[in-house]
């Protein structure tokens, strides 16, 4: 217990416990104490810090006791969780469990005076988390509950009666309700359950310190079951017991202090409780942490820190569990192994060294996951060898890349059916991959300071890699079918493994990383002894992995001049083979949010025009537009005619149609469309449709009304109210003074619009506006709490085009609440009209395609150009 004596350099003035408590006191004191821990926290050890604090509140506390008059009574007070590990932060939970004898005469009053003692704590903005309960109750919730039990492994006597404390704790010893066995399992399970929360990785770009993969929890976790199956409060006793080696646990130790005091600092700079390293915080940290007040910079190099530290726990965490496995299940061992050779064997599923040398040849370091890649029943790494590999990177003075042998290892490795599986996430989950290839150690920990990614460079690629390899595994066929069919005929699978490897090797180190990585491709292809031809197509790959993604998504992949401009960048089928199925694994590691149907059409039809394209006899092939509207016309026609329309009726409808719009829609679009307007009546305009035809996975709505000068503009303002993002739009006229419209639309949470209710009130709210009944809905969303963080400075580029009457242009800007909304009306006071445009969002990121044309149908002169520009750039910027 601490006294006043203990509290070093803090000399809060302390209320008098002789006279009954003023909250008044209490809260200068509590001030005056936060305001001494964020100055100590400067220079002061994190150890240190976090123990005072804790003996801070036992004083507080003990004294509260008195002053409350429960020393008089039966009941004990008991500091559990991380309050009884000795340890808080600034904005931890106390959590406190005061036991009271139920046998007890003057149990009433008892209950009475904690009441009021607890209501005080509250009265003093403490987050305090507490249970009052008998010793019995104790142990029945504790019997139901693993958060309870472990609650009482780690409790820790404050004041009280000691007697009812010594009871309770004999009943700890004597008769905790769950054994060794049932304890281990049911962490380990609370643990895969919390990695699953945040996808099973350390890298998430706002990690949780507490909670994610690699963090407090983690540790805690070994502490648990070690201290369960021990029977001891000491971490050391790991040591003592052979589970840990020393220097392994002083290692820990400093994982754990590291992330305490990132933890420490993060709490003082929200002010609160705040496990979330979030972008709001990350430069107030940094700074507190010492890393400077460089901006990115400065977070860039702490959360590189960050993450090198939680890839430690991880490894450690994960060594240590199996460890325990062994010891409390009771698995088998080297005895009962299936030997590989003199080096390798396999026990329970796990690739097992056969001696402590096994790694001074470095090239075992490379041959053991070839080993996993042969073997498909190894599911994993032993304990034993995860420690041999750990002390074996220590000793390394040289990247394993540098050695002959090692080199012939890795191409073997990812020539390897199975290469890129198993065997490739366990080489990044243990560093080798960084100690392997230089450039990857350089990516370890890299920040993406965006919102469109959700990883770090390394976990992205990886994810990359890993969807590569998910194109081959029948397990997965269902979701990428076009992808399983072209890589069961691709013959050069490992180029494809090694695009993916460095399409982003070279981020963070300034320059083009498409360039920079191109190089380094290539580089590596002439050190691993591949052909010229391997090398050439690697490097192609990496030095235009965005162009299709960039062309599917901010392009109009309608216009024949798009996909002939692409077809002449890709050359080859085979190309465009290796880099849609790169492309798709690129975007579906990006941000778990990030994929979605409209995308992989969007990509699949750019695939299939290219492909038709390219797969001609002409040395300069052209996309036949005549044919693809004849086509488009036959089959919407057999739709019709099957659901009973009279063919001339529907050539008369077509014949007001122009050429573009048969190009443009599908014949399940022109189908749909024609139906409803062959059925509906002269009065009953506008006419609104919304639904799915092509089963895209999005909304279509489809406007066919009188033509009028600025529809999008309304329709864009009742979008936006709706809470619906517009993916694409197509601003069609037919021949006699009609527009038809059709727009592709997403809820915010990127799910299409299916509730009947939902859909009738959209188009409620349309006919409404369309009829001028109401006025077009204004914006007033602020921004996110995410997007305030990020500053996208507003860029119009105008891109050169052969079309005559149209104008292209290409919005880069910060996204936000009704943007499309606001530049609707900009246009609409340019007197500009759109006939299409292609949204996409970037992270925080807009970067959207307009096609206009001025009001008599010609394309922007300089001068409209210019103009049109700077009022976007003025009303958009902040």
């Known amino acids: 217990m601490a006294n006043a004596d203990n509290d070093k350099d803090f000399h809060g003035h302390w ?65 559990v969780g991380g309050y009884g590990r000795e340890t808080l932060h600034p904005g931890s939970d106390i959590d406190l469990l005061i036991l009271v004898d139920e046998k007890s005469d003057s149990l009433r009053v008892v209950e009475d005076k904690l009441s009021r003692l607890i209501t005080f704590l ?27 039990a472990t609650n009482l492994i780690e409790s820790r006597f404050l ?54 993969p690699g963090g407090l929890r983690d540790i805690q976790t070994i502490g648990w079951i070690a201290k369960r199956h021990f029977q001891t409060h000491s971490d050391e006793n790991l040591v003592e017991y052979g589970y840990m080696t020393a220097d392994e646990f002083v290692e820990l130790r400093d994982c754990m202090n590291w992330l305490w005091r990132i933890r420490f600092a993060l709490h003082i700079e ?89 790694f001074d040849n470095p090239v075992n370091l490379i041959r053991a996951f070839v080993c996993i890649a042969e073997y498909p029943q190894i599911t994993g790494i032993h304990s034993n060898t995860i420690r041999l590999i750990r002390n074996a990177r220590a000793q390394l003075t040289e990247p394993l890349s540098h050695n002959p042998d090692c080199r012939n290892k890795f191409n073997q490795l990812i020539q390897h059916k199975r290469g890129c599986g198993l065997a490739f996430s366990l080489m990044h989950h243990h560093s080798v991959l960084a100690s392997y290839l230089p450039q990857w150690q350089q990516i370890v920990g890299q920040m ?30 269902e979701q990428f079918p076009l992808c399983e069919k072209i890589v069961q005929q691709m013959e050069r699978k490992y180029c494809l493994y090694l695009a993916g490897i460095f399409h982003d090797i070279a981020k963070g180190r300034g320059g083009d990383h498409s360039e920079l990585g191109e190089m380094d491709a290539r580089n590596f292809c002439h ?33 024949p001049e798009v996909i002939q401009e692409f077809a002449n960048q890709v050359q080859t089928v085979e190309r ?131 033509e009028e000068s600025h529809l999008f503009a309304s329709v864009a303002g009742v979008l936006d109210s709706q809470q619906l993002s517009i993916l694409d ?44 009944r109401v006025p077009v809905p204004k914006t007033n969303r602020p921004l996110s709490r995410r997007m305030k963080n990020f500053s996208v400075k507003t860029e119009v580029s105008f891109i050169p085009s052969k079309h005559q009457g149209r104008t292209t242009f290409e919005l880069i800007t910060l996204d936000r609440p009704g943007l499309i909304a606001k530049l609707a009306a900009i246009l609409q006071q340019q007197n500009v009209t759109l006939l299409a445009a292609k949204i996409t969002t970037i992270g925080e990121q807009a970067e959207d395609l307009f096609i206009v044309t001025s009001e008599d149908n010609t394309s922007l002169d300089e001068q409209q150009k210019q103009a049109l520009k700077q009022q976007i750039i003025e009303d958009l910027e902040f």
Not at 122 to 147: P, Y
Not at 453 to 475: G, I, M, P, Q
Not at 599 to 608: G, S, V
């Open 729 to 772: 739009a197509q601003i069609l006229a037919t021949r006699d003074g009609f527009v038809m419209d059709t727009f592709i639309v997403l809820q915010r949470d990127g799910k299409p619009l299916t509730e009947p209710q939902r859909i009738e009130e959209v188009k409620q709210q349309l006919l409404d506006v369309l009829h001028k």
């Open 527 to 559: 050190q691993h002894g591949y052909s010229e031809d391997d090398a050439e197509l690697v490097a192609w790959l990496v030095r235009h992995h965005l162009t299709m993604s960039v062309t599917a998504q901010k392009r109009d992949i309608h216009d």
């Open 576 to 706: 465009l083979d290796f880099l849609y199925c790169l492309t798709v694994a690129d975007i579906r590691a990006t941000n778990q949010s990030l994929w979605n149907n409209w995308k992989a059409t969007l990509l699949e039809e750019l695939y299939n025009a290219t492909a038709y394209l390219l797969q001609q006899d002409s040395s300069q092939p052209t996309l036949d537009v005549r044919e693809k509207i004849k086509e488009n016309k036959a089959n919407a026609m057999a739709l019709l005619l099957s659901a009973g329309f009279d063919k001339s009726d529907i050539n008369a409808l077509w014949g007001r149609f122009t050429a573009d719009y048969f190009f443009r829609h599908t014949a399940e679009q022109i189908s749909w469309h024609s139906q409803h307007i062959l059925n509906l009546p002269t009065d009953q305009l506008p006419l609104i449709l919304i639904g799915d035809e092509n089963n895209y996975g999005t909304t279509e709505l489809f406007i066919y009304h009188h």
């Open 159 to 212: 004041t009280g009666s000691e007697e009812l404390f010594n009871e309770f704790h004999q009943h700890l010893i004597n008769d905790f309700p769950w054994s060794s066995r049932d304890f281990y399992q049911a962490k380990l399970d609370e643990q895969r359950q919390r990695h699953q929360q945040y996808h099973s990785t350390s890298y998430n770009l706002e990690p949780n310190i507490k909670s994610s």
């Open 122 to 148: 509250w009265d003093l903005h403490l987050d305090i988390g507490h249970s009052v309960r008998s010793i019995d109750e104790c142990f029945q919730q504790a019997d139901d509950d693993i958060t309870v």
């Open 270 to 358: 929200a002010g609160k409780r705040e496990d979330r390293l979030l972008f709001d915080f990350q430069p107030g940290v940094a700074v507190r942490l010492g890393y400077g007040n460089e901006g990115k910079s400065s977070v860039e190099t702490m959360m590189k820190d960050y993450f090198k530290v939680v890839l430690r726990v991880s490894e450690l965490n994960q060594m240590l569990l199996q460890f325990f496995h062994q010891a409390i299940l009771g698995t088998q061992d080297l005895q009962d192994a299936e030997l590989i050779d003199r080096d390798f064997a396999i026990s329970n599923t796990l690739l097992t060294a056969r001696h402590d040398e096994v």
């Open 15 to 79: 209320p008098s416990r002789n006279s009954p408590p003023e909250t008044k006191d209490y809260k200068e004191l509590l001030t005056s104490y936060q305001n001494w821990s964020a100055t100590r926290f400067v220079t002061a050890d994190i150890d240190e810090l976090v123990h005072h604090r804790a003996n801070f509140f036992d004083q507080l506390l003990e004294q509260l006791w008195s002053q409350f008059e429960l020393n008089e009574e039966s009941a004990t007070l008991i500091a």
């Open 448 to 477: 993406q300071f965006d919102l469109f990614h959700a990883y770090t460079v390394d976990e992205h690629t990886f994810r990359l890699v890993r969807n590569l390899y998910r194109y081959s595994d029948e397990k997965y066929a």
